[in-house]
């Protein structure tokens, strides 16, 4: 999210999260400590893993977190249906003295995560906690979703470089900037839009588009003319009449480079059929003595497109993936919610909470919740969620595992950062680190296996006594 002079982040909220808040201050309910965890049920894209993402927009984001005078005038001006004031100027003094006093513990940014494990734990006063709900889920949404689709295209890529060009199909500036990021902490090597490279130091790429082509009188002189324009960044778009004699073109242009001691980098394919054509082009290259020009390949590419060009022993050496990377085009929502958990009582006690459903998926976890993840030589072989207060006894065979992990860290206490945010590169390391980790069948593409996640024995113990309860009172 972009904001401007002193806006403010605390209106990225839905109605409902202010309306809440004002209830529980009304009620006197406001101040008492709440447990909210951020979780989603199933993986995107029928896939057997999550690559979790945008923990480091949602801290840049609370530094922002108060109520400015603006946003405190614009509540003010709001009307229920009987044209009275909707909020009372007294809570909103409260909310313009609010800041944030939140325990926040969270999973870091390139971590694989799994349905049903919290992303993000939140402790504190109830009303700050639920407005938080709707920035929160906003942001890990979307680039959890993002990253976990790049990670699916580095896999199927298999080391080839994957660029990301999908500025001009994302959903508007904010989420292309934040496609950009979590495309690239995902496992993409570089992006196309230049602002994001800015911001975020990804590496920027790019050619030219068919217009270059077709403003000039001949594609020969379009390209002689790229050429001597950026000798040292010559990618060539050989497709806007005939990829063939495009790709002759571009040997006569090469051959004019080499003579003043340049290279080519390479050339774009952007339709037809890439296999027959990235053989011919390689072909035709290699043929006249340029084999060291790179073949990139563009056009509605996925995953699965990427996989059957791999399969086929493409001579393609990257992909450009636009519109069904930024925009999740198979699967365009995580579908994460934020529960809460755990709540204290009129006498100061922490209780659990959990909420049911006829869906078992919906059924929530009680508690306030951390989860230990299990490894053998190497490799991720299941994680166990548990009540902070209760970690698992080591319930997984002993044979099972040489190497456990506590998965969420602290990054707040009482509302003062103490985390040190890993840098970009550090989140992209990461996922490449644990995308190794996971089995080759977590990772598949069709039917992965289940990653083995289960409740610690008491937590799932009380959760059943807390259901079969609510259950027999209704």
Same mark, same amino acid.
């Given at each position: 999210m972009t904001t401007s002079g002193s806006e403010s982040s605390f209106l990225f909220a839905d109605l409902y999260e202010l309306?809440?808040?004002?209830?529980?201050? &009304?009620?006197?309910?406001a101040e008492r400590e709440a447990v909210f965890h951020l979780t989603f049920r199933e993986n995107p894209f029928g896939g057997g893993f999550s690559i979790a993402c945008g923990l480091t927009q949602v801290l840049d984001l609370l530094k922002e977190f108060r109520l400015s005078a603006s946003d405190q005038d614009y509540l003010a001006s709001l009307k229920g249906n009987d044209q009275?004031?909707?909020?009372?100027? %007294?809570?909103?003094?409260?909310?313009?003295?609010?800041?944030?006093?939140?325990d926040i513990d969270a999973?870091?940014?390139?971590?694989?995560?799994?349905?049903?494990?919290?992303?993000?734990?939140?402790? !504190?006063?109830?009303?700050?906690?639920?407005?938080?709900?709707?920035?929160?889920?906003?942001?890990?949404?979307?680039q959890t979703l993002i990253a976990t689709k790049g990670a699916r295209l580095a896999i199927?890529?298999?080391?080839? #470089?994957?660029?990301?060009?999908?500025?001009?199909?994302?959903?508007?500036?904010?989420?292309?900037l934040a496609a950009s990021r979590a495309a690239y902490?995902?496992?993409? +090597?570089?992006?196309?839009?230049?602002?994001?490279?800015?911001?975020?130091?990804?590496?920027?790429?790019? @050619?030219?588009?068919?217009?270059?082509?077709?403003?000039?009188?001949?594609?020969?002189?379009?390209?002689? @003319?790229?050429?001597?324009?950026?000798? $040292? $960044?010559?990618?060539?778009?050989? +497709?806007?009449?005939?990829?063939? *004699?495009?790709?002759?073109?571009?040997?006569? @242009?090469?051959?004019?480079?080499?003579?003043k001691g340049c290279e080519p980098i390479g050339v774009r394919l952007d339709s037809g059929d890439l296999r027959e054509l990235s053989l011919e082009v390689r072909r035709q290259l290699d043929d006249a003595g340029f084999p060291e020009i790179k073949i990139v390949a563009s056009g509605d590419l996925d995953e699965y497109s990427? @996989?059957?060009?791999?399969k086929d022993e493409v001579p393609i050496d990257a992909f450009g993936v636009g519109t069904r990377l930024v925009t999740a085009y198979d699967d365009p929502a995580l579908g994460g919610v934020?529960?809460?958990?755990?709540?204290?009582?009129?006498?100061?006690?922490?209780?659990?909470?959990? &909420?049911?459903?006829?869906?078992?998926?919906?059924?929530? $976890?009680? !508690?306030?919740?951390?989860?230990?993840?299990?490894?053998?030589?190497?490799?991720?072989?299941?994680?166990?969620?548990?009540?902070?207060?209760?970690?698992?006894r080591l319930e997984m065979s002993d044979g099972l595992y040489d190497h456990v992990d506590d998965i969420l860290v602290p990054i707040l206490r009482s509302g003062s950062k103490v985390y040190e945010t890993p840098s970009l590169e550090q989140s992209r390391q990461r996922a490449i680190e644990q995308l190794a980790s996971l089995s080759e069948g977590v990772k598949s593409f069709s *039917?992965?296996?289940?990653?083995?996640?289960?409740? %610690? #024995?008491?937590?799932?113990?009380c959760k059943e006594e807390m259901v079969r309860k609510i259950q027999n009172e209704w």
């Open positions: 309306t809440m808040a004002c209830g529980y201050w &009304k009620s006197g309910r009275k004031p909707l909020f009372p100027s %007294e809570f909103l003094d409260y909310l313009s003295a609010m800041r944030i006093r939140c999973v870091p940014e390139g971590t694989a995560v799994f349905p049903q494990e919290p992303l993000i734990r939140v402790k !504190g006063p109830l009303a700050e906690a639920q407005i938080l709900e709707s920035l929160l889920l906003n942001i890990i949404n979307f199927a890529s298999q080391e080839r #470089n994957v660029l990301e060009f999908g500025l001009r199909r994302a959903q508007g500036i904010n989420g292309s902490v995902g496992g993409c +090597d570089g992006t196309s839009n230049t602002l994001a490279g800015k911001l975020y130091g990804i590496p920027t790429v790019g @050619t030219h588009a068919h217009s270059w082509v077709m403003s000039f009188e001949t594609e020969q002189e379009a390209f002689d @003319t790229y050429a001597e324009v950026f000798p $040292n $960044n010559t990618i060539f778009l050989v +497709d806007t009449y005939d990829t063939r *004699e495009g790709v002759s073109r571009v040997i006569k @242009t090469a051959q004019r480079m080499r003579t990427v @996989t059957k060009l791999i934020y529960k809460l958990s755990a709540m204290e009582d009129k006498r100061g006690q922490r209780c659990p909470k959990v &909420k049911i459903s006829n869906d078992p998926v919906k059924i929530s $976890n009680p !508690g306030c919740l951390q989860f230990r993840r299990f490894s053998r030589r190497g490799k991720f072989v299941g994680d166990i969620i548990h009540d902070e207060k209760a970690p698992p *039917e992965p296996e289940i990653y083995p996640v289960q409740l %610690e #024995n008491g937590l799932a113990s």
